[in-house]
């Protein structure tokens, strides 16, 4: 059995060719929705996972069933944030510089748990082995790393996939495979232009699509330009809580030295998709000068309020509050973010403006990303293909709609066209 496995920053979704129907059948994951979280949630912080002698890891040990996933995870931690070992969006990690082999070792753990838990509940639901998959992979991992990181990254998905139990692994490019997902439907020839936010990357790609061209196995000549940055919406969400919510912990506050409290702890606070920020945020010497904030900062009950989200481990938790307004605010001009485990009574209103006004820098970088694909490709637009979940967002449409008139956009279902169009790759490929 073939799959087509989209391992997202934000979501996780599988398909696999049914040759019943000749057609892709999507994966529930959890519940009767086929998205899950890229959550996790260990009861110890040593993640210790028994392992098969071929290396895969074993589901039915008691270590693995103790685990939990997507929403499950989320709310274990929720529940207790001091407690245990949570992890959200390894993804975003993968092509950090410079990660020790323990630090390694633990993503690769991690991201091949998320994997297996997939895998078995596809398994159940097929009633068969799905032994091999094509797992989608950004243009590029992280900005600064070029190159190498792309490379460890994929070394790293491989490695996980395997530990996972499938067999034989694969990749292919995202953007692209949106538009294999777009091609099934075409009776002619197109050359149409991708955008593709995800949570943790944007890719642009320009490719040539069209029912002639569905079987070939080398469909390099047909992507005629590219771009993408490790930029998505987890970068708005930071944006966004920067601009309009961490001013209420104290970002922009006065010691009575006159001096300013320094920016880099919030940033470091906000920046969950950053695993040396988390580090620093949760570190001793912050503590202690978090503790110093909360007595010297003008007014007090700011700074304190940030040190709280360090003693509680909360960072992950402010960061959800904000990206449910961001969602809540492309249709809605006020969204309350409610954090009265953080302090009682203690809430938080953002509004459309500021929405606005925080996204503004990262959608002059969209533009340049798109800007760039058009130039590579030396073709100028007439359809978009908007995918991944921060493309849904009006204020994102709309500006794309603005910056480039007279141009078609047409809306994929932005969190499984790549789902789909893995599973028609994989299917072509290992058929």
């Not at 987890?234 to 970002?251: I, P, S």
């Not at 040190?307 to 809540?328: D, F, H, M, N, S």
């Not at 694909?373 to 908007?386: K, N, Q």
Request: with cysteine; proline share 3%.
């Amino acid at each position: 059995m073939f799959a087509g496995f989209d391992y997202g920053t934000s979501h996780c979704a599988i398909g696999v060719w049914a040759d019943k129907t000749n057609a892709v059948e999507i994966v529930t994951l959890e519940g009767d929705k086929p998205l899950v979280p890229s959550t996790l949630h260990a009861p110890k912080v040593a993640l210790k996972l028994p392992r098969a002698a071929n290396r895969q890891l074993l589901t039915d040990a008691e270590e693995f069933t103790e685990l939990r996933f997507g929403e499950a995870a989320l709310a274990e931690y929720l529940a207790d944030p001091t407690q245990g070992y949570f992890v959200k969006s390894p993804k975003s990690f993968l092509g950090v510089a410079g990660l020790s082999e323990d630090i390694r070792e633990r993503f690769v753990t991690v991201i091949a748990a998320m994997m297996a838990n997939v895998k078995r509940r596809t398994d159940a639901q097929m009633n068969a082995s799905v032994d091999a998959v094509v797992i989608g992979r950004p243009v590029n991992f992280q900005g600064l790393g070029g190159k190498n990181a792309n490379e460890q990254s994929l070394m790293m998905l491989e490695e996980s996939a395997q530990l996972a139990g499938f067999k034989q692994v694969a990749f292919q490019y995202e953007p692209m495979a949106a538009a294999l997902e777009y091609e099934a439907r075409l009776t002619s020839e197109q050359q149409i232009l991708v955008v593709d936010i995800g949570g943790g990357t944007t890719d642009c790609s320009f490719v040539r699509v069209g029912a002639t061209r569905r079987e070939s196995l080398d469909r390099q000549a047909d992507v005629l330009g590219h771009s993408g940055e490790r930029r998505g919406g987890n970068d708005y969400d930071q944006a966004l809580a920067l601009y309009a919510v961490m001013r209420e912990f104290g970002y922009g506050d006065l010691l009575k030295s006159g001096l300013p409290v320094p920016n880099s702890y919030f940033v470091d606070a906000v920046s969950t998709n950053d695993v040396n920020a988390q580090q620093r945020f949760y570190s001793k010497a912050t503590r202690e000068r978090l503790e110093f904030f909360a007595r010297e900062a003008i007014p007090v009950d700011r700074a304190r309020r940030l040190l709280e989200v360090c003693e509680q481990r909360a960072t992950y938790r402010v960061l959800r509050g904000v990206e449910l307004a961001k969602i809540a605010l492309s249709d809605a001009e006020l969204a309350h973010i409610d954090f009265s485990d953080i302090e009682q009574g203690f809430s938080v209103a953002t509004t459309g403006e500021q929405l606005l006004v925080s996204f503004e820098r990262l959608l002059e970088h969209l533009k340049s990303l798109v800007d760039e694909a058009i130039a590579s490709a030396g073709l100028a637009p007439e359809r978009v293909y908007l995918t991944g979940g921060m493309a849904k967002s009006r204020v994102v449409r709309e500006f794309l709609v603005a910056t480039y008139p007279g141009v078609s956009f047409i809306d994929s279902d932005h969190f499984l066209s790549v789902t789909e169009g893995l599973t028609l790759w994989s299917q072509r490929l290992f058929r």
